[in-house]
T-cell receptor
């Protein structure tokens, strides 16, 4: 079945360590996105990519990095520079150039906890 | 700045009753799109319904309808005949044309959500 796979579902990290969250899609979508969700908050955009080998910062990019070497994959690295990394992270993808009504498809998320 | 407000942090509703989830927005843009997503406890975001700012008819998708009042800048989600499986977080979101650069979620701004619990 087509969809977006995020792994792992739960991730624990020690303070000071970098950690990489995986996001893979088989929907043949050009655009991919990373969002962060905190309790009682909506989703905030971290990074997005509209095409392979290109990506742009979102609203809260500090302390995060991404790569887009393949169309299917958009991994997110949470670096030690991210001061408050404990959160729920959601990856999304969407086709390009389909208009304002284009919906985004989301993965099931990764819950990151810093211990 | 664009802003979306969902004033109901949580709601308890009896099964089979209709539910209205509020969403108001603040923008001076004329061209935008409004979305509602459902987030069950599993975590993924599920697209429910879309309304364009120039659409004259209110959007409907099965049991979901969108009560769009452009002059009042509100886009409330109505769920008819609620079911236990409707219990989830619900998010209102907007995409603004002047931030839209071809991607599916560029400029997508989310509200803080409403936690809906359907009681038997």
């Amino acid at each position: 079945d087509g969809g977006i796979t995020q792994s792992p579902k739960y991730l624990f990290r020690k303070e000071g360590q970098n950690v990489t969250l995986s996001c893979e899609q088989n929907l043949n979508h050009d655009a991919m996105y990373w969002y962060r969700q905190d309790p009682g908050q909506g989703l905030r955009l971290i990074y997005y990519s509209q095409i392979v080998n290109d990506f742009q910062k979102g609203d809260i990019a500090e302390g995060y990095s991404v790569s887009r070497e393949k169309k299917e994959s958009f991994p997110l690295t949470v670096t030690s520079a991210q001061k408050n990394p404990t959160a729920f992270y959601l990856c999304a993808s969407a086709p390009r150039d389909r208009g304002l009504n284009t919906e985004a498809f989301f993965g099931q998320g990764t819950r990151l906890t810093v211990v | 700045a664009q802003k979306i407000t969902q004033t109901q942090p949580g709601m308890f509703v009896q099964e089979k009753e209709a539910v209205t989830l509020d969403c108001t927005y603040d923008t001076s843009d004329q061209s935008y799109g409004l979305f509602w997503y459902k987030q069950p406890s599993s975590g993924e975001m599920i697209f429910l319904i879309y309304q364009g700012s120039y659409d004259e008819q209110n959007a409907t998708e099965g049991r979901y309808s969108l009560n769009f009042q452009k002059a009042r800048k509100s886009a409330n989600l109505v769920i008819s005949a609620s079911q236990l499986g409707d219990s989830a977080m619900y998010f209102c979101a907007m995409r603004f044309a002047r931030y839209y650069s071809g991607g599916g979620a560029d400029g997508l701004t989310f509200g803080k959500g409403t936690h809906l619990i359907i009681q038997p």
